[in-house]
């Protein structure tokens, strides 16, 4: 049977938000008429996720996950999700709680009533401390200016991506973040609509300015090289002989 979303959601140590968070998403799909899969990815956890999943899978027949050897990093995880998705359309959505499910109906409409190949999310009264916010502010506003791929909240996890087009991007360590630009650098229709974003009420956030702040420079200038060096030509005409055509 053919899949129509699939939804992938890279997890690290987030066992007390798994339970909540795959209700929240069932109750959300099971509006929706057509088929649908749940893909969870183990990023390495050292606690009880994996343990919580392996459980949960039994009573979930829309529920599968995947256990990584060890912790890969999120684009890692992503991909490996990626590759096992089965969705003509791939959702991705962080395991933190922070984005709202309840946001994924408006993805999939955007995208199917536009026939775009991409629809990122804009977190709209952003649920996090003031540093974080700042900081993803001015990282944001520089993306911006440099990749010039009009969006304004990269960071958010919360996207809708037609998987044909996502399996032509090559994904390196970090570049989940720059997603939209590497799609408008292939020609791919995008567009960003608000979301809900919501606190983090249970278990840890990973990232911090000291992980983060130095690899995304990097990555900039990394996509605004191959933006840059991407090959274009438009053909003016073609002539062949009456045999030929």
Request: overall charge positive.
């Amino acid at each position: 049977m053919q899949i129509a979303y699939s939804i992938i959601v890279p997890i690290y140590n987030e066992a007390d938000n798994i339970l909540p968070l795959i209700e929240e998403i069932e109750w959300v799909m099971n509006t929706n008429p057509n088929s649908w899969e749940v893909i969870f990815v183990d990023d390495g956890s050292q606690d009880a996720s994996l343990c919580i999943l392996q459980k949960l899978v039994k009573s979930k027949p829309y529920l599968r996950c995947l256990q990584l050897k060890q912790n890969y990093g999120q684009t890692s995880a992503f991909a490996a999700g990626v590759k096992a998705a089965r969705g003509t359309y791939v959702i991705s959505l962080d395991g933190d709680g922070q984005n709202d499910p309840r946001d994924i109906p408006l993805l999939i409409n955007t995208c199917t009533a536009e026939n775009l190949d991409l629809v990122t999310g804009k977190r709209k009264n952003r649920q996090d401390p003031w540093y974080k916010r700042m900081i993803g502010k001015v990282a944001n506003r520089v993306r911006s200016s440099v990749l010039e791929d009009n969006v304004q909240d990269t960071g958010c996890s919360l996207k809708i991506y037609r998987r044909s087009c996502l399996e032509q991007i090559q994904l390196f360590k970090g570049m989940h973040r720059f997603l939209p630009a590497l799609f408008q650098i292939q020609g791919f229709r995008t567009k960003e609509v608000p979301v809900h974003h919501r606190s983090r009420t249970r278990g840890k956030s990973k990232y911090h300015l000291f992980n983060r702040g130095l690899s995304l420079f990097f990555d900039l200038l990394a996509v605004a090289w191959m933006k840059k060096r991407r090959i274009a030509y438009v053909v003016e005409r073609e002539f062949a002989s009456e045999d030929v055509l």
